[in-house]
Every structure is written in C-alpha cells, then in structure tokens.
C-alpha cells in the first residue's frame, strides 16, 4: 500500500485517497499516467533550467507515486565539466535545497555531454 502523505495546508490526505484526472487507481495504489508531469516535477525542472542553464538534458521524475515524497533526476550539462560526481550533486542538491526539505529521498544522475 501507498502509505506516503502530502500536506495540503493544515490537512493531511492520504495519497490513496486523492485522485487527480492525471492519475489511475491500479490494486488498491494511486499510479500516475505516464503523459503527464506533477506539479513537483514542473517545479523541480524550472529550478534545475534555472540554475543549469547549459543542460543538454533533463528529466525529473516522482517516484513516490505522485506524492512528491520522492524524486529521480537525470540531468546532462557541459557545467559538470572538471567536477568529480559528487560535487556534481552537491551543485544538484544546492540548486534544491529548499524542495530538499520537503522530500524524503532523492536520486540524482549527473553527466557530461559526449560532444
């Protein structure tokens, strides 16, 4: 069971109980449809093309269920260029610390363009 929680002002809803129209009940579990993005994942992606301007790729991805509890990035940028891969995340990390917050996990994959 989808046991992770989003606060919606004071009150606290159980992600099995909110059905939004981009997403589909399957066993008991509330999936999201694969055409749509979250709000968190919008968000998250505008910070990351904020900060790393010359990314050649992004992608984020909630794979809480929908509930932005936790997330997966992929992002490709020339700026990762002379940089070890954990200060490639640790610039990742700064870039969302303030979403960092409010997450309970994250997973980043960091690279630079092949060109």
């Known amino acids: 069971m989808l046991s992770c ?3 919606l002002g004071n009150i606290m809803v159980s992600a099995r109980r909110v ?7 399957v066993s008991g579990c509330v999936r999201r449809c694969l055409t749509t993005q979250t709000d968190g994942e919008v968000r998250i992606a505008e910070i990351l093309k904020e900060k790393f301007p010359l990314a050649s790729s992004l992608k984020v991805v909630d794979i ?3 509930c932005g ?3 997966e990035i992929h992002i490709e ?3 990762f260029k002379g940089k070890r ?3 490639q995340h640790q ?4 870039a969302l610390k303030e979403e960092i917050q409010g997450m309970h996990g994250l997973r980043i994959f ?4 092949k060109h």
């Open 5 to 7: 929680k989003r606060s």
């Open 19 to 25: 059905l939004r129209s981009d997403q589909v009940v």
């Open 64 to 66: 809480s269920g929908g």
């Open 69 to 71: 509890a936790m997330y």
């Open 77 to 79: 940028s020339s700026e």
């Open 85 to 87: 891969t954990i200060q």
């Open 91 to 94: 610039l990742v990390n700064q």
């Open 110 to 113: 960091t690279d630079v363009p």
